[in-house]
């Protein structure tokens, strides 16, 4: 998670969407200080939309929408983390509920 550890980016991710009127929590506990998120959007009718974390070519982290940009339904998103979690243990997955399918993420979210 960059130079901040990750429990404390986590907790930064979900106060910024409670602020913003969503609901967010931890799916997946990861390693507190270097575990990598997956932010999962969750949206009406049982879809969702996922990102993951990269880096661009100058090194800075953005965001990246592996299973593309549009809805998927949330079974294939949970099939994914789950895979993700296997070969890194230390994942973190957040879970974020809101209608208008906001993901409050700073960093740069990159076209798929």
């Not at 990269?54 to 949330?74: H, I, K, N, S, Y």
């Amino acid at each position: 998670m960059g130079e901040l550890k990750a429990r404390f980016w986590v907790q930064a991710l979900i106060r910024r969407a409670e602020a913003g009127g969503a609901s967010a929590y931890v799916a997946r506990r990861g390693d507190d200080d270097a575990g990598a998120a997956l932010v999962v959007v969750v949206l009406p009718e049982r879809t969702a939309l996922l990102y993951a974390p990269a880096r661009d070519f100058e090194g800075r982290r953005v965001w990246t929408q592996p299973l593309g940009a549009a809805p998927v339904p949330e079974a294939e998103i949970a099939a994914y983390a789950a895979k993700r979690a296997d070969s890194d243990p230390d994942i973190w997955v957040v879970e974020i509920e809101d209608r208008a399918g906001r993901h409050f993420l700073t960093e740069p979210v990159e076209a798929g």
